[in-house]
Each structure stands twice: as structure tokens, then as C-alpha cells.
């Protein structure tokens, strides 16, 4: 069976896509920067480790050179503009080693885990497909992170064109089991306060399982030089939040709020980070993504990687119940 390389094993899709690869018979080969996470991984015995720095291509590259596929998935994922060189070194950087290395590899396929952020957006609130022109960059400001995976993609196109076998996947907003990290229980406890308030805006929402399904699929079966949406759900952060009150069983929000509280709020966390060691969250770019219905259409997923259609209630249910299960929530 073939030997496949992985970055970002052990954040949350990576987790799960290590499991799913060893489901399938294949040999695993990760690349980490140190043994705690991995640790934490039921799968931490079962695969071969490399620790190293995909911004240091030394610490890796000659010792992938017996893998036949290479799944890149490592990134920053972050919406602070201020930590523009910093998001930009790993995620458009990174990805042009992992791209290189590859390419001395000679691998026989590989795969960009990429991200709707990188393909635009409907502004008009339709869901859009793979075929939209980029149109992030049309913010002001821009969006660090929705620049820096759209110019991922740009490095991987250019490893196509020096031979690369490549197929690029962009997963949604990803909920589901294997978030060992809690990433998403912040949501959680917000929710679960029961605030009557809600924003207008909407998004798609996907199951890590239906992600991870495609992707593995599109080692054999995605054509190369394409890239495939894997969305599930559009929904009004007002139905999101209702699904969430369903099942944790607290009041479903009912006020809509506008945009200038939070705009407030933003530049008081804004302000705040200038003089403590903290994120804002949000970040003041992100309001640009207040209002828009930033919907997608994954048809193309589904009919040729056979992407399963997950419903996001399950999702949810399933999400929840591993949070509680290993003391995250």
C-alpha cells in the first residue's frame, strides 16, 4: 500500500484524515513539532513521525522522498491583520515547500486541504460553486486569511504547472468528532447562555466526516488540477444557533442586533491586544463578514467524489456529545 505524508496531522480535519488513512490500509507519515499533541491522538503508535517545520523544508524533505502522496494541511487559521507576515510565512510559504518538496518527490498525487476562504463569495448572498472569480480581495480591509489561502491555491497551481499531480479541496466551516483541542466549545458556552441575540448573517456549515470522506476519495478519484467545495448546510447564524438551543436545550435567540455593538466591541478588543497579549476575536476585518450570506454550493463534491450529505442537526448532535464525552464541555 502506499505511503502517505501529511502536514497538520494533528489539528482537527489532519486527525481525522490520519484515522481515515490508516482505515484504508494506507502507511502514514506525519510531519510535527513536538510529541504533545500527538499525544493525544489514538493513532499516535500507529503512524511514522518527522519532527520538523514546514517553514524549514530542511527538517523534512528529504525524508519524504519515499511517499507517494502528499496531503498538505497545515495552516494558520486566523483573522488578526496584524499578524500578516506571520499567517502569510506559514499558510502561502509553507505551502510552497510542502509544494516543492513534492515535486523532488516525484509524488503520484497531492493533495491542497484548502478552504472556502479562498474561493469567494456570492455578493449578492447566492450560493456560489467552484467556478466564482475571487472576489475577497475586493474588501476593505482585506481578510488576512481569506489572502493568504487564495494565494496557497496560487503556489499549488504553480506546482501543476511544473507537473505536480494536485487536487485542491475546500472545506467549509467544520464541525463534528476528533476537535481535541475544543477549537469550537467556546461557541458552545456562548450559546448556552441563552442570549436572546442574534446577527443577520449565514454561512455553510459541514461534517469533518463528509470532509474527510471526499478528501480520501480524491486521492483516487479527483481529477487533477480541479478543486471541489465540501460544504454542507447553508444556514442563518439565527438557524445555527437554533440547532445548537435544540440540543443543549437552552432559549433560541429572537432580537436582531446590528452591526454597530459589535463594531464597538471590536475596537475595544482591538485596543485591548495593543497592550495585552490576546487575539481579538473578533478582529476588526472580520465584521466584513457580517450581512452576507457566505452560502456555497458543494454539488460538484458530491457527485464526483462522492461526498456524503450529512445533516448538520446530526453533526451537531455528534459534536456535542464528544465534547462532553472527553471533558471539553
Not at 482537527?12 to 491522538?41: C, M, P, W, Y
Not at 497579549?277 to 462522492?306: C, T
Request: hydrophobic share 45%; glycine share 8%.
Amino acid at each position: 500500500m502506499s505511503k502517505v505524508f501529511i502536514t497538520g496531522a494533528t489539528g482537527f480535519i489532519g486527525g481525522n484524515l490520519v484515522t481515515g488513512l490508516l482505515k484504508r490500509g494506507f502507511e502514514v507519515k506525519i510531519l510535527a513539532r513536538s510529541q504533545k499533541l500527538i499525544d493525544l491522538h489514538p493513532w499516535k503508535n500507529k503512524v511514522e513521525v518527522i519532527f520538523g517545520d514546514i517553514n524549514k523544508p530542511e527538517t523534512f524533505e528529504d525524508k519524504v522522498k519515499d511517499c507517494e502522496i502528499f496531503i498538505h494541511d497545515a495552516a494558520v487559521i486566523s483573522f488578526w491583520n496584524r499578524q500578516w507576515d506571520k499567517i502569510h510565512k506559514v499558510n502561502v510559504i509553507g505551502t510552497r515547500n510542502v509544494v516543492n518538496a513534492a515535486l523532488k518527490a516525484n509524488c503520484k498525487r497531492f493533495i491542497q486541504i484548502s478552504s472556502v476562504a479562498a474561493i469567494g463569495y456570492g455578493e449578492n448572498g447566492e450560493a456560489v460553486n467552484e467556478d466564482i472569480k475571487y472576489n475577497w480581495n475586493n474588501l476593505n480591509p482585506k481578510i488576512v486569511y481569506m489572502e493568504t489561502k487564495h494565494e496557497a491555491e496560487l503556489e499549488v497551481y504553480e506546482g501543476i504547472k511544473k507537473g505536480l499531480n494536485a487536487v485542491m479541496v475546500n472545506p467549509a466551516n467544520v464541525w463534528g468528532v476528533g476537535d481535541i483541542r475544543g477549537r469550537r466549545v467556546p461557541v458552545l458556552k456562548v450559546a448556552k447562555l441563552g442570549l436572546p441575540f442574534y446577527v443577520d448573517a449565514g454561512t455553510n456549515f459541514v461534517d469533518v466526516e463528509a470532509v474527510c470522506e471526499a478528501t480520501l476519495n480524491a486521492i483516487e478519484i479527483g481529477k487533477a488540477g480541479e478543486r471541489f467545495i465540501l460544504g454542507g448546510e447553508n444556514l442563518e447564524v439565527k438557524e445555527f444557533i437554533g440547532i445548537l438551543a435544540d440540543e443543549l436545550g437552552f432559549r433560541k435567540p429572537f432580537i436582531r442586533i446590528g452591526k454597530t455593538p459589535i463594531v464597538a466591541y471590536t475596537y475595544l478588543q482591538e485596543a485591548l491586544a495593543c497592550i495585552l497579549p490576546i487575539k481579538p476575536k473578533p478582529s476588526f476585518s472580520q465584521i466584513n463578514l457580517l450581512g452576507p450570506r457566505i452560502y456555497y454550493d458543494s454539488s460538484k463534491a458530491i457527485r464526483e467524489l462522492k461526498m456524503p450529505v450529512i445533516p448538520f442537526k446530526e453533526t451537531i448532535k455528534k459534536s456535542i456529545a464528544f465534547y462532553k464525552e472527553n471533558g471539553l464541555l
